[in-house]
């Protein structure tokens, strides 16, 4: 018993050495080279090999330690019984003479070897150890056992993670770096996820010198489902957007996409609009957080703000909805503010919400700034809200403003 949580303690060890923010080739090959340094004496192993699964056999990838001899470059169905192993997960070839040996094997003749497979198809390992005199059938099975599913885990979270990775790669390319220039209008904006992939985006679109394209949208939850559904209405977006052709046509074409993309029970809420370099504008919101403009003039006893919230509702759930265009007009030294949900519902220790109100008056209080100031005055003040924990839900702000006319 003594020997057995000794053994665990150092599989434990080994296995919390090991870094997981790799290829799964370059950590199995770790792996090995880790197992034969600190178990060789416990377990009685001489070397280890690595063979990495291809199309039609298993090729060796890497060999540590004095196997004693040379060792097959390939495993395959046809010449070696790897039945056993692929059945069982682990399999001990102890026997110089019975079926399923190491002689069978066509590894290393006459040498016992300890077997395990671990990954998924089409990229799994078989790690066989060979084994030196005085090991322990019980101790060695044990290990091994052990080895396969502390390994096969963090295989799986290395895959996760990779996965993440490329989809944090493909959103970014999709997501423009920085707003377009746009004479007599300055822009701002920035997107900060909550994972490492978000469910916020905001896109530019060139409908030519004298108009802009504009568009922001929070798709439900966050993280790799929420990605996903995001490149796909990023896409449809741009692949439909043309001068001259009805917006609300395109987000009914665009909502029928995506309800029939299986994502039905998740849904996006996208605001678009057009800006004319005169000021005009016409948007649609489709669920949206509306956006607010601010208005230049704060006379007392009059209106400061408006908000577009014309157009329909989220897009996704229902086979067929139908949006309506709204209109506006940006004046000079005015602003239009688009954000997400997640900087309204940043919250404090004592869990309440940043609110619109706190958003509204930062921005009658810096609104004769310049956008960027804007931008970064609310991301300050959300995150000392939030005691500068990490956020809750991805948080996007764009900030638009009309130049002052000339005096």
């Not at 060796?60 to 039945?83: C, I, S, Y």
């Not at 800006?275 to 209106?303: C, M, S, W």
């Amino acid at each position: 018993m003594a020997a057995a949580k000794l053994l665990y303690r150092r599989l434990d060890a080994l296995f919390g050495s090991l870094k997981t923010r790799r290829s799964q080739s370059k950590l199995v090959e770790t792996f090995l080279e880790e197992a034969l340094a600190n178990l060789k004496e416990d377990l009685h192993l001489r070397a280890g090999l690595v063979y990495v699964e291809r199309r039609d056999n298993f090729a060796l990838q890497k060999a540590v330690g004095d196997p004693g001899a040379p060792v097959a470059e390939t495993l395959d169905a046809a010449t070696t019984p790897l039945t056993e192993l692929t059945r069982h997960r682990v399999y001990i070839y102890s026997a110089p003479d019975a079926e399923g040996s190491p002689q069978r094997l066509g590894v290393l003749p006459r040498s016992a070897l300890a077997g395990l497979i671990v990954g998924q198809r089409p990229q799994r390992y078989v790690i066989l150890f060979v084994l030196g005199d005085g090991w322990q059938l019980e101790e060695l099975d044990f290990a091994l056992n052990t080895i396969r599913a502390s390994l096969d885990a963090r295989l799986v979270d290395q895959r996760v993670r990779g996965s993440f990775r490329e989809a944090a790669e493909i959103q970014q390319s999709l997501l423009v770096e920085e707003p377009p220039e746009f004479a007599g209008y300055e822009l701002a904006a920035r997107s900060v996820p909550a994972d490492e992939v978000g469910g916020d985006f905001y896109d530019f679109y060139d409908l030519g010198e004298s108009t802009l394209g504009l568009a922001i949208g929070d798709a439900s939850g966050h993280g790799l489902p929420a990605a996903l559904l995001v490149r796909d209405v990023v896409t449809g977006l741009r692949m439909g957007i043309e001068k001259e052709l009805k917006v609300a046509h395109v987000f009914e074409k665009l909502n029928r996409v995506i309800h029939r993309s299986r994502l039905s029970s998740r849904f996006v809420s996208v605001f678009y609009c057009e800006l004319e370099r005169d000021g005009n504008l016409v948007y649609v919101n489709a669920g949206h957080q509306p956006p607010i403009l601010f208005f230049r003039e704060q006379t007392p006893g009059k209106v400061c703000e408006v908000e577009l919230s014309n157009g329909g509702t989220v897009i996704g759930p229902l086979p067929e909805a139908r949006f309506q265009r709204g209109f506006a007009r940006v004046h000079a030294g005015e602003v239009l503010l688009l954000l997400t949900d997640g900087i309204l519902e940043r919250r404090d220790k004592k869990s309440e919400f940043f609110g619109d109100e706190r958003v509204r008056s930062l921005v009658r209080q810096h609104q004769s700034q310049p956008a960027t100031v804007i931008l970064e005055r609310l991301f300050e003040a959300a995150i000392a809200w939030g005691d500068g924990r990490p956020w809750e839900d991805d948080a996007t702000i764009v900030v638009v403003k009309r130049a002052e006319l000339a005096s």
